[in-house]
């Protein structure tokens, strides 16, 4: 069952406990721009989810306003693989029994701010593959950790979201190195004090990461853990936002492996000129700048055309 073009949905809760066979449900939005609109005016029809639909591998529920808390029958659906929450706003909590999806391949709960923490037991989802939204928040009502991550052996994409007033323990990121598979990390903060959450800490990210994306960083200079000889198998690097002024403690020689590098927003970082760029990063096939310093860029090498990046 898909919702094509449905922006107010009132569905009786018989409609679905009727489809003893239903594999994929999305009532959610499919469209990423938020301008689609879904609400619902009673979220009762979920009650009974879990007890009907065995056979339910796919639920979204994207985008769609006014689902306070998912029903405890939600971690009855022994057969789910892909649980979509993503901007579901009023959204305040993840089921406390999550650890009953044993079959979660990728769970989606960024974009959901009103939720404060990941319940205990996000990390015995052994088949996770990934995971965005990870709400690092403060250390009440026994929240799962990042370190608990290290569980997770087939986890290929990571998101976190750095909230305010979050509580990190000085090993927290550490663990990270231990999760062999990870391929894709994204790091955003939601502070504004450059002086705050800067994980200031020994290298920390896994060296065969391939992608890396930081959001609203809170510190001048690229911390220690950012350097190219921590990650030499990384190859698309984006930095949006945040108080990043300067690379000044990297060694001048030092050069990348990154092909393709985005940087947004950062109104306090003067990068140089093409030259410049190239010479920290000669492998560069896609460059973009906008809203930096200096001047906007948009360049690309041939062979990035071909690449289809």
């Keep these: 069952m898909f919702n094509v073009n449905q922006q107010y949905l009132s569905l009786q809760p018989h409609l679905l406990s009727n489809m003893k066979q239903l594999a994929v449900l999305q009532l959610g939005r499919w469209q990423h721009s938020p301008k689609y609109h879904i609400e619902v005016a009673d979220q009762k029809f979920l009650d009974d989810l ?42 305040e909590k993840l089921p406390e029994d999550i650890a009953s999806l044993k079959k979660l391949t990728h769970l989606d709960v960024s974009e959901c701010y009103l939720i404060e923490r990941m319940p205990k037991g996000t990390e015995k989802l ?24 290290r569980k997770l052996n087939k986890l290929r994409r990571l998101s976190i979201s750095i909230g305010r007033g979050a509580a990190i323990r000085d090993v927290e ?79 001048q020689n030092e050069q990348w492996s990154v092909e393709i590098l985005r940087l947004k927003h ?9 030259e410049d760029v190239l010479k920290k990063f000669p492998q560069l096939e896609y460059f973009e700048k906008i809203n930096c310093a200096d001047h906007d860029i948009l360049w690309y090498r041939s062979t990035a055309v071909e690449k289809g990046l």
Excluded at 266 to 274: C, D, H
């Design 173 to 251: 990121f550490a663990s990270l190195k231990e999760v062999a598979s990870l391929r894709s990390l994204t790091i955003s903060w939601g502070v504004t004090s450059p002086g705050q959450l800067s994980l200031e800490i020994n290298p920390f990210l896994p060296q065969q990461l391939e992608k890396l994306e930081l959001i609203g960083m809170p510190v001048k200079s690229t911390p220690k853990w950012l350097n190219p000889h921590e990650l030499k198998n990384m190859k698309k690097l984006y930095i949006i936002g945040g108080e990043l002024a300067s690379w000044d403690h990297q060694q």
């Design 50 to 91: 879990g007890v009907h639909h065995k056979h339910l591998k796919f639920l979204s529920l994207r985008g769609i306003s006014r689902i306070t808390t998912l029903p405890n029958s939600i971690v009855e659906l022994v057969s789910l693989e892909i649980l979509d929450l993503r901007a579901c706003h009023n959204l």
């Design 126 to 149: 052994s088949s996770l593959q990934v995971l965005k939204g990870f709400v690092i928040g403060t250390a009440r009502k026994n929240p799962c950790r990042i370190s608990d991550l």
């Design 266 to 274: 950062l109104t306090k970082l003067s990068i140089g000129n093409e």
